[in-house]
C-alpha cells in the first residue's frame, strides 16, 4: 500500500497521517491498538478509565499489544480534577503523544518534552495556536466546522491555510473527515494529518451499543446539531427527540453562573458531570434519554468494518484521488 508521508507521519514514527480521534466513552484499548497497527495513530481519552489507575492499566496494556506510537488525550482545565496525575502516567510510561485540549497546557509540554514524548494541542482560532506554538508545541490539531464534540466554529477549508500562514509547526485537520478524498484535500490545504472520530465510531472495535452505531449509519449532516447542555461549551451530537426536549442552550441560571468567576469552575464541573452521565448512558445501552457525540461526516458512513480496514480504504481512497488529479 501506498505511504502517504508528511512532516506528522515523520515525527511521529507511522505510516498514514491518520489519527483517530480521541473519543469519549468510544476510544479503548482494543481500537487503539488496532488502528496503531494499520499504520495510524490510535489515540483515547484518559477520562474513559474512572481510576488513573485504571488507566495506566490500559496504556500498559496497548504498549503490551503494539509497539507502534499511540496517543493520549488530556483535557487540561481546572474542572478535570485529574489532569495532574494522569499526566504524571503519561510521562511515566512515555506515551508518543498527549493530545491538550480545553486549557493551559504548559505544564503538559514541558513534562512531556522532559521524557521525549510529543505534544499536540487542540485549537479553533489562530490566537491560541501562536500561544501553544510559543510554549513548545510538536503541533496542532486544527479542530473545524463539522468536526464531533468540541467542534470549532471554522470550515477546515479556510481554518488550514489560515494557520498554514502565521506557524510553523505541523497542523493535522479536525472536522466532518471521514474518506480518503477528504484526506487529500485536507493534504492540498496544507495539513500534515488529519484527526477522525465519527468514523471510527462505526467500527467492530468501538465498545458502544449497537444502536449508537446505528444512529451514526442512519444521521444526515443536517441532523448534527451544536449543544452546550453537555459541558456547558458548544458540542455536535446527533439530534434526538431528547435534545429537542432539553434544548440546545443553559438556562437563565446557568448562563449567570457561568458568568461570575467565582462560580464558573462549579458550574463547569456540574455540567460536565450531568453531560458525561448521559453520554454513558447513551453510549451503553438503550435510553430514552438518547445523546450521542458526532460529526457531520456522518453523511459519508455507510458500513461497520474492523478499525484496520477503515484506515487502509482510507489510504486506498486517497492514494487513488491524488493519482487521479495527478492525471
Known amino acids: 500500500m501506498t505511504q502517504l508521508s508528511t512532516p506528522f507521519t515523520k515525527l511521529l514514527g507511522i505510516e498514514y497521517p491518520i489519527i483517530a480521534g480521541p ?11 488496532a488502528v496503531s497497527e494499520a499504520g495510524g495513530l490510535g489515540a483515547m481519552p484518559s477520562l474513559n478509565w474512572r481510576t488513573t489507575q485504571e488507566f495506566q492499566a490500559a496504556v500498559r496494556a496497548i504498549k503490551g499489544k503494539t ?3 499511540f496517543g493520549v488525550n488530556l483535557i487540561v482545565n481546572q474542572s478535570n480534577l485529574r489532569q495532574h496525575p494522569d499526566l504524571d502516567v503519561c510521562a511515566e510510561e512515555k506515551v508518543p503523544l498527549v493530545i491538550t485540549s480545553l486549557g493551559n497546557p504548559k505544564e503538559v509540554i514541558k513534562k512531556m518534552h522532559a521524557v521525549g514524548c510529543k505534544v499536540f494541542c487542540d485549537v479553533t482560532t489562530l490566537d491560541y495556536a501562536l500561544k501553544v506554538q510559543d510554549l513548545g508545541a510538536d503541533g496542532v490539531i486544527a479542530v473545524s466546522a463539522g468536526a464531533g464534540g468540541h467542534a470549532g466554529p471554522i470550515s477546515p477549508l479556510v481554518l488550514v491555510p489560515f494557520l498554514k500562514k502565521h506557524i ?10 471521514a474518506t480518503g478524498e477528504q484526506i ?16 471510527f465510531i462505526a467500527s467492530k472495535e468501538a465498545k458502544v ?8 449509519l442512519d444521521a444526515d449532516p443536517e441532523d448534527i446539531v451544536m449543544t452546550k447542555k453537555i459541558s456547558g461549551t458548544p458540542a455536535a451530537v446527533i439530534r ?16 449567570a453562573l457561568y458568568r461570575y468567576p467565582q462560580t464558573k469552575k462549579y458550574m463547569k464541573m456540574l455540567r460536565y458531570y450531568i453531560g458525561s452521565k448521559a453520554l454513558e448512558k447513551a453510549a451503553s445501552g438503550v435510553t430514552w434519554k438518547t445523546v450521542w457525540s458526532a460529526g457531520q461526516g456522518v453523511g ?3 458500513d461497520i468494518l474492523p478499525a484496520g480496514e477503515i484506515v487502509r480504504r482510507l489510504v486506498t481512497e486517497c492514494s487513488e484521488t491524488i493519482q487521479r488529479l495527478n492525471a
Open 184 to 199: 487529500a484535500a485536507a493534504l492540498a490545504l496544507g495539513a500534515s494529518a488529519v484527526q477522525i472520530g465519527t468514523r
Open 209 to 216: 451499543d449497537e444502536a449508537y452505531k446505528k444512529a451514526i
Open 240 to 255: 434526538t427527540p431528547y435534545i429537542d426536549q432539553v434544548g440546545l442552550e443553559l438556562n437563565p441560571l446557568e448562563k
Open 23 to 33: 473519543m469519549f466513552l468510544v476510544s479503548d484499548e482494543n481500537l487503539v491498538t
Open 300 to 302: 459519508l458512513i455507510e
Open 168 to 177: 510553523k509547526i505541523p497542523i493535522v485537520l479536525a472536522g466532518g473527515v
Open 67 to 69: 509497539k507502534k506510537p
